[in-house]
C-alpha cells in the first residue's frame, strides 16, 4: 500500500477490454486499500491515446505503472508495448503484462519488447488479490519509479 504521507495517490493505467477483468481488478485494489488511482482504456489505440495525452485524454494525469493485456482489439498489447518503448518520452513508464496468456512465445516476445514484468491473470478472485496485493508492494514500497 502507498504509505507515504501526503503523497498523491500514484497513477495506473489500465489496457484491459475484458469489462469482468476490469471490475475484477478495481475490486482486488479496493480490497487491497490500494490508494492508487485506476484509469482504464479499453483497447491499445486508446492506450496510446492515453499515454500520449491525446483528444479526450489531453487532461489526464501521466501514469506511474501501466498493466497491459496482451490481447485487445484494434492494437494489441505487443503493439502498445513497442510503440511505448520506442518513444523517448513514454518508455521510461513502466510496463506490467498481466494477461491469461502462459505462452512462451508471449513471454519472450513481451520481454523482448522491453516489458517490466510479466504476470499471468489467476481465475481465482482471492489469488488474483494476492497478485494485486505482489504488485502494490513492489511497485509502490520498494521500487523507486522515476
Known sequence: MTTIDDAKPFEILLAEDNVTDVMLT????????????LHVVEDGVEAIEFLRKKGKYREVPTPGLVLLDLNMPRKDGREVLAEVKRDPELKI??????TTSSNDKDVLEAYGLHANSYILKPVDFDQFCEVIQALDKFWFNVVKLP
Open 26 to 37: 478495481r475490486k482486488a485494489l479496493k480490497n487491497a486499500k490500494i490508494r492508487n488511482r
Open 93 to 98: 513508464i513502466p510496463i506490467v503484462v498481466l
